[in-house]
């Protein structure tokens, strides 16, 4: 298959150009971005010289259109939604990886990410391509909604308990911590290094754009809604992301029969590994991966479940979750192209 990347000067784009090069299935045939049209990528990153010496252009659709068959979109929010309709007409597949896409209701798209909303019908067909929960309605998909990298690692790690009825869906508590890859390329004082390095702070408290993404999937995996308090904080690493999840229990169990449970439901699912008893994950165990690691606790004093989920927020969190989205919708095997162990130490 051929297939091309819009945006792809941007940590996601690179990322994916990196995991499509070494697929067996796939050309990239066609890279683009707006603000770095003209030049080569490897004079972006002057790591792929010698590996990728591909020229990145402006944007024209037909021309994109006549040299592939799926494009990908690691655009900023906002952009996708303009520009996806036009391929979707041409009879393109669509992988997008910013929040256009993502939530059902285009009104709350607006309030939350402060941009204008995709068409509806556009918004009801895209797919939510978290593979291990929507895998069904991803195959035959030809508009795939990415996930957002805390989103990926929340989901993963809530939906054994929400989908068996282990925990309420109510007082849900998200800790999560990210390397500072999420906040993208584009240089701004809050990802500069004297301000990162040797510190770490919280940001965007409450008004995350991903709280009502997380929200959307929580009501459809238990069935009632209700709000989550998600608290975000940025961590003085480039890779990562680190949730820990604070839920109540509806029942009366122990860690053991919990991570039974875990094990059971991610038992055909390549991607995610349970960690045994009283071992935690942590984000250097998945770095560079398309792996989500999740570790358990039982708090019997307090009755809660607590939840440590990690993931790559640049691989299992954006690029390696498009691909994997990408083999599901040609029915290739899930893991082709993403097997390779995370890099350590």
């Known amino acids: 298959m051929n297939v091309g990347i819009i945006g792809a000067n941007g940590y996601s784009g690179v990322e994916l150009i990196r995991?499509?090069?070494?697929?067996?299935?796939?050309?990239?045939k066609y890279l683009a971005s707006h603000s770095s049209s003209g030049k080569l990528i490897s004079e972006?990153?002057?790591?792929?010289?010698?590996?990728?010496?591909?020229?990145?252009?402006?944007?024209?659709?037909?021309?994109?259109?006549s040299k592939i068959e799926l494009m990908f979109f690691a655009t900023p929010s906002g952009v996708s939604k303009d520009l996806i309709p036009a391929f979707l007409e041409k009879g393109i597949t669509c992988i997008d990886l910013s929040g256009d896409f993502r939530l059902k209701d285009g009104t709350i798209y607006e309030k939350w990410y402060k941009n204008a909303k995709a068409s509806d019908e556009n918004l009801q067909n895209a797919?939510?391509?978290?593979p291990e929960i929507f895998r069904e309605e991803i195959i035959g998909s030809t508009l795939i909604a990415n996930p957002g990298c805390y989103p990926t690692a929340t989901l993963l790690g809530l939906a054994p308990a929400l989908n068996n009825g282990l925990i309420s869906g109510?007082?849900?508590?998200?800790?999560?911590?990210?390397?500072?890859?999420g906040?993208?390329?584009k240089a701004s004082l809050g990802t500069h290094y004297g301000e990162i390095n040797e510190n770490m702070k919280a940001y965007k408290l409450g008004s995350h754009q991903h709280i009502p993404e997380i929200e959307q999937i929580i009501s459809h995996l238990s069935g009632t809604d209700h709000p989550i308090t998600f608290s975000t904080?940025?961590?003085?690493?480039?890779?990562?992301?680190?949730?820990?999840?604070y839920a109540d229990l509806k029942i009366d169990t122990t860690t053991g029969e919990l991570l039974t449970q875990y094990e059971e439901y991610y038992q055909n699912n390549f991607f995610v590994r349970i960690r045994p008893l009283d071992v935690w994950p942590a984000t250097k165990e998945v770095l560079g991966s398309n792996y989500c690691d999740?570790?358990?606790?039982?708090?019997?004093?307090?009755?809660?479940?607590?939840?440590?989920?990690?993931?790559?927020?640049?691989?299992?969190?954006?690029?390696?979750?498009?691909?994997?989205?990408?083999?599901?919708?040609?029915?290739?095997?899930?893991?082709?192209?993403?097997?390779f162990s995370p890099v350590y130490p």
């Open 19 to 28: 995991l499509l090069h070494q697929h067996p299935f796939v050309q990239l």
């Open 183 to 185: 906040a993208g390329r």
């Open 294 to 339: 999740i570790g358990l606790k039982v708090e019997e004093r307090t009755n809660k479940l607590i939840i440590v989920s990690v993931i790559d927020n640049v691989v299992k969190g954006a690029a390696g979750q498009a691909v994997q989205n990408m083999n599901l919708l040609n029915g290739w095997a899930e893991e082709t192209g993403l097997t």
């Open 233 to 245: 904080h940025l961590v003085p690493m480039t890779r990562g992301i680190l949730c820990t999840i």
């Open 127 to 130: 797919t939510y391509g978290l």
């Open 44 to 65: 972006q990153y002057p790591h792929l010289q010698g590996i990728i010496e591909d020229r990145i252009g402006e944007l024209d659709i037909n021309e994109a259109a």
């Open 170 to 181: 109510e007082n849900i508590v998200i800790d999560g911590k990210s390397g500072v890859s």
